[in-house]
């Protein structure tokens, strides 16, 4: 058996170990030893979290005498405060839903809800690149799961075929963007299957398109016009809404199952009230921030236009765009390099992806310029001629 510090010594040879970074966000930027740099590892997509104007807005609503800082207690016992009502109603109203349900993240959602809506007589079909926190729901429910090749429908579609009689239920599991290609499945067409199988559920996690996609920042649900077609809409508030949590739009009956049935969201303490207050008052004003959604997409085509041709067929379609560099020393060498010249950002290595395409995750955020976005860019291009 090996010891803990020889399989560190294994991780660090490849590369591959991970440290807890020491650093300071300050809004836009994030000071590492004395150096300021573009914060571009981030998922504060739209710049929100340290917007003074906003939260001084929300500070002026709390009333120290009602505020409470925890819940001290799990939903089902007195941590469900008002404000939770007030904010799955909220939700359930913009998307249109019956109903919705909050939980106190995307990876308690994740790693809770498959579990409690499947048995033994169900087959998951999970896409290959989805989250961890999915990965773990699958690990811990007693379905039998199949991955397919990423965005593949054609073996999706021929998995579907073959199966859908032998199990009770089938779900679909995808993100709508990929949280390290920055690229997105296609909805119309799962939908167009779901609507084909009557024993076919769809679970979609939004986690990196809430905020940013959509009209009114719902996601690509809302984008392709599909919301109702989706029997599990996960979003999170940790990204995009600069807040904590997560969320799933579904009926009544299954939020009603879920609350029976769903450990993760039972054997827990509820989140602080001013947590779900600001999530509240956040959700509320991103709906209308469509120029902050608009800027974001114009500079991440810019990004895109130089970076999917380096990638080796990984083509992000988002403001999530990998820098695809092989082996994980030359993602380490590339990181630091960039992070020399005033761009924080950090290498993703296995097993977060897949061996041989260790990469820089870049993450955009509305807070960047233009002008940011042009030395970034350039910055790449210099160091792309000299690798
Ligand atoms: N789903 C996806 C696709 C994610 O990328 C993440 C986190 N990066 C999660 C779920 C987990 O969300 P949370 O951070 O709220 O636990």
Redesign the pocket.
């Known amino acids: 058996m090996d010891s803990y510090a020889s399989q560190l010594d294994a991780l660090s040879r490849k590369g591959n170990l991970r440290k807890l970074p020491e650093m300071e966000p300050q809004g836009l930027y994030l000071v590492r030893d004395g150096q300021e740099m573009l914060n571009l590892s981030s998922?504060d997509y739209l710049g929100l979290a340290d917007n003074v104007a906003l939260k001084s807005e929300f500070l002026q609503t709390l009333d120290p005498r009602k505020c409470r800082f925890s819940s001290t207690s799990s939903r089902l016992l007195t941590g469900n405060y008002p404000v939770y009502t007030r904010l799955e109603e909220r939700l359930a109203q913009l998307y249109g839903a019956e109903s919705s349900l909050v939980f106190n993240?995307?990876?308690?959602?994740?790693s809770g809800i498959l579990p409690a809506v499947t048995d033994s007589r169900s087959l998951i079909l999970a896409d290959k690149l989805?989250?961890a926190?999915?990965v773990d729901g699958i690990g811990l429910s007693k379905a039998r799961c199949i991955r397919y090749r990423h965005n593949n429908y054609e073996q999706l579609e021929r998995l579907v075929a073959e199966n859908a009689g032998e199990y009770d239920r089938l779900f679909v599991v995808t993100?709508s963007i990929?949280?390290m290609d920055g690229d997105e499945s296609d909805l119309p067409r799962l939908v167009a299957l779901k609507h084909r199988y009557p024993n076919l559920y769809l679970y979609l996690?939004e986690?990196?398109a809430f905020g940013v996609r959509g009209p009114h920042g719902l996601g690509c649900a809302e984008e392709h016009g599909v919301i109702g077609d989706i029997d599990f809409l996960?979003g999170?508030?940790?990204?995009a809404a600069a807040s904590?949590?997560?969320f799933v739009i579904c009926s009544e009956e299954m939020k009603q199952y879920l609350v029976n049935t769903m450990r993760t969201l039972i054997f827990t303490t509820a989140l602080p009230p001013i947590n779900l207050e600001w999530t509240l008052f956040i959700v509320n004003k991103i709906c209308d921030m469509t120029e902050r959604r608009e800027h974001l997409a114009r500079i991440g085509r810019r990004v895109r236009e130089v970076l999917n041709p380096l990638n080796g067929g990984i083509l992000s379609s988002s403001h999530i765009i990998p820098y695809v560099l092989g082996e994980s020393e030359r993602a380490v060498d590339v990181a630091l390099r960039l992070q020399r010249e005033g761009f924080y950002l950090l290498p993703v290595r296995p097993p977060t992806v897949p061996a041989g395409t260790s990469r820089l995750r870049i993450s955009l955020t509305a807070e960047c310029s233009e002008a940011d976005i042009e030395r970034l860019v350039s910055t790449i291009q210099q160091i792309q001629s000299s690798l």
Do not use: L, P, Q
């Open positions: 998922n993240s995307g990876y308690h959602a994740n989805v989250h926190s999915i993100e990929f949280s996690d986690a990196h996960v999170t508030f940790g990204k904590v949590g997560a």
